[in-house]
């Protein structure tokens, strides 16, 4: 089991930047593969970015590749989504997540915790 909860959300104009911070607890955090997604009103949520457990394999969405960078700290028990050059459409409630498995799915079922998720806004 492990206890996820995310911060850093905010309100921020297009072109501005924002740091999402994750903090687990529980099981040892370097066993988890981690992830973020998002959900923006009325929409289904969907997948951004995960991490491997090691760090060294990363995957994103193709909306915000070369926009948004994910990394972990395995030292801190902390995953983060660093979101540069934001755009409004990037509006959403960003949830972190966790899954045992070794592999990076996009697939929102295949993930096992969740955090309660942190609002994210951007202006235009």
């Known amino acids: 089991q492990v206890q996820l909860v995310e911060s850093g959300g905010g309100m921020v104009q297009a072109g501005g930047s924002l740091r999402l911070s994750c903090a687990a607890s529980?099981?040892?955090?370097?066993?988890?593969?981690m992830g973020w997604f998002r959900q923006a009103p009325g929409k289904e949520r969907e997948f951004v970015a995960a991490?491997?457990?090691?760090?060294?394999?990363?995957y994103y969405a193709d909306s915000v590749k070369g926009r948004f960078t994910i990394s972990r700290d395995n030292a801190k028990n902390s995953v983060y989504l660093q979101m540069n050059s934001l755009k409004p459409e990037d509006t959403a409630v960003y949830y972190c997540?966790?899954?045992?498995?070794?592999?990076?799915?996009?697939?929102?079922?295949?993930?096992?915790?969740w955090g309660q998720g942190t609002q994210v806004t951007v202006s235009s």
């Open positions: 529980g099981r040892t955090f370097s066993s988890y593969t």
């Open positions: 991490i491997n457990k090691s760090g060294s394999n990363t």
């Open positions: 997540a966790a899954r045992t498995s070794p592999f990076i799915v996009v697939a929102t079922a295949s993930w096992n915790y």
